[in-house]
Structure formats: structure tokens, C-alpha cells
């Protein structure tokens, strides 16, 4: 079993920071590219971020300058610190983790967590 538990969001004023936090356990062999999607209310899910086992990171343009992805490998821990906020950053923020169990290799999903941009 694995699970995803995601932690620090909330309430933001336009031009604050947030930042998230995933942390993934269980049967954990090992942990591949994790990162962060979101959707807001009527829309698709998106991507925002994501980092490899490498560190290579990816943005979406929207949060490119604003946000930025790290991890702590030895945590099993993956934090998005949101800088700059605005409105339209508002929606429910997923992490995921593409992790290798002794019997499987999946993508994994936390329950979301929910971040609101008050402008």
C-alpha cells in the first residue's frame, strides 16, 4: 500500500506565497518523477511542476519565475513553493508520484488539497 498525503494549503492574499507539501509512504521500493497538478472549479486537471529522481524540473508557463518544485529523496517528499500568487492559481492542487513497489510501477495520486487566491 501506498499513499500520497498532501499538507499546506489554504488562504492566500494575491501576491503571497504558499507552499505544499507531499509526502509519500507505504511499500515504497522506489520513487520516480513526482509532481504537482491542479484543477480549478470547471476545468481540466493541469500540470504545474514536476522533478525526477535527477532533479530535472518542468513548469507549466503559467507558475514559470513564480513557483518552484524540490524534493527531498531520502523523505519520500515532494514541496511546491508558490510565490507571487494570483487569483487564477486558485483550485484544488494534486500531488503524484510515479512510485515502484516490490510488485508494481504506477502512478499514485494524493486527495488533493485546496488553495484559494483571494485577489
Known amino acids: 500500500q501506498v499513499q500520497l498525503v498532501e499538507s499546506g494549503g489554504g488562504l492566500a492574499q494575491a501576491g503571497g506565497s504558499l507552499r505544499l507539501s507531499c509526502a509519500a509512504s507505504g511499500s515504497i521500493f522506489s520513487i520516480y518523477t513526482m509532481g504537482w497538478y491542479r484543477q480549478a472549479p470547471g476545468k481540466q486537471r493541469e500540470l504545474v511542476a514536476t522533478?525526477?529522481?535527477?532533479?530535472?524540473?518542468n513548469y507549466a508557463d503559467s507558475v514559470k519565475g513564480r513557483f518552484t518544485i524540490s524534493r527531498d529523496n531520502a523523505k519520500n517528499t515532494v514541496y511546491l513553493q508558490m510565490n507571487s500568487l494570483k487569483p487564477e492559481d486558485t483550485a484544488d492542487y494534486y500531488c503524484?508520484?510515479?512510485?515502484?513497489?516490490?510488485?508494481?510501477?504506477?502512478?499514485?495520486w494524493g486527495q488533493g488539497i485546496q488553495v484559494t487566491v483571494s485577489s
Open positions: 522533478r525526477n529522481r535527477s532533479g530535472s524540473a
Open positions: 503524484k508520484a510515479d512510485i515502484a513497489t516490490t510488485s508494481q510501477r504506477r502512478d499514485y
